[in-house]
C-alpha cells in the first residue's frame, strides 16, 4: 500500500462536514482520507429492560442525516463508506485491506461510546495505528473555561454568569471546499429499516413539524429561525400574553 498516510475519518454521532475538527484537520495532512460511518448493530437491538434502542422515526433521522453527509462529501470529490457491524473491527478490516495509519474521530462521554473507544484501541494497538480524538459536542470547549470540570458550579445562572464574563467561543473550523477521491473502494449501501429489524414510522397528520434529517437541513432551520424568521427577538414571559424583545449574542461557533 505504500508508505503515504492514510487516514480514517470515523463519523458517529457528527454527521457534518460544517466545523469538523477531525475532518478539518485530516485535510490539512495532504494524507488519503477514508471518511467512514458504521451502523452499530449493538444500536438497533434491547436495552436491559428489553426496549428497543433504537425506534422507526430514530432511525430514519439517522437514515436522512447519512444520506445528506454521502451526498455532501461525494459534491467535495469523496464519499463516505457505509458498514453494518461492530465499528472497532470494521475500522480493524479497513485498516489491514487499506493500510490506514491513522483513525481520527469525535470524542464522546458515554459509557457505550467510551466502551467501542477503548475497544479500538487495544485493537489497533498492536499495528501502530495512530489515534487522534477530537472535542466537538459543546459550545464552549472544556479547555477555555474559566473554572475546571471538578468546580462545575452546581446552579446554571451561576455556570452562565461565569462563562459570559471570562470566557470567548472559538471560531469554526473551515468547511473544505474540495476533498481528495477515495481510493478503489466499495462505499456501500444504507441498510433499509427492514434491514434494521425495524418498521417504518407512522406519520401522524397532526404532527407541527416533520423532522428531516441531515446538516442541510438542520442549518437551513437554523436560519431559518435566527436570520429568516427573526424568531430570536421574540420570548413570551409566563403566565402574560405579552411578548418583549431579547438581545441575542452573536457567536462564531458552530
Known amino acids: 500500500m505504500g508508505t503515504e498516510p492514510r487516514i480514517l475519518i470515523w463519523y458517529r454521532a457528527d454527521l457534518r462536514i460544517h466545523d469538523h475538527e477531525p475532518l478539518y484537520r485530516a485535510g490539512q495532512t495532504g ?57 472497532e473491527k470494521v475500522i480493524l478490516a479497513l485498516v489491514e485491506e487499506f493500510g490506514i495509519t491513522a483513525v481520527y474521530y469525535h470524542r464522546e462521554v458515554t459509557q457505550e461510546e467510551l466502551a467501542v473507544e477503548a475497544a479500538l484501541k487495544a485493537l489497533l494497538e498492536p499495528l501502530n495505528v495512530s489515534l487522534k480524538s477530537f472535542w466537538g459536542h459543546t459550545l464552549y470547549h472544556p479547555d477555555d473555561l474559566p473554572f475546571s470540570l471538578n468546580q462545575l458550579p452546581e446552579l446554571f445562572t451561576r455556570f452562565r454568569k461565569d462563562v459570559e464574563q471570562s470566557s470567548t467561543i472559538n471560531p469554526t473550523f473551515a468547511t473544505p471546499t ?65 411578548w418583549e424583545p431579547i438581545t441575542l449574542q452573536n457567536s462564531r461557533r458552530g
Not at 189 to 207: H, V, Y
Open 178 to 242: 474540495k476533498l481528495p477521491p477515495l481510493p478503489a473502494i466499495d462505499p456501500g449501501e444504507i441498510p433499509s429499516l427492514e434491514d434494521l429489524g425495524l418498521e417504518p414510522p407512522m406519520l401522524d397528520s397532526r404532527a407541527v413539524l416533520k423532522f428531516q434529517g441531515g446538516e442541510t437541513a438542520g442549518l437551513a432551520s437554523v436560519a431559518g429561525y435566527f436570520w429568516t424568521g427573526d424568531r430570536s427577538k421574540f420570548t413570551k414571559k409566563p403566565a402574560m400574553a405579552c
Open 31 to 87: 494524507a488519503s482520507l477514508f471518511p467512514f460511518y458504521c451502523f452499530d448493530d449493538r444500536q438497533f437491538g434491547e436495552t436491559s429492560f428489553g426496549f428497543p434502542k433504537t425506534g422507526g422515526f430514530r432511525a430514519q433521522f439517522l437514515q436522512e442525516s447519512v444520506l445528506d453527509l454521502r451526498q455532501q462529501l461525494r459534491s467535495l470529490g469523496s464519499d463516505l463508506i457505509l458498514r453494518r457491524g461492530l465499528p
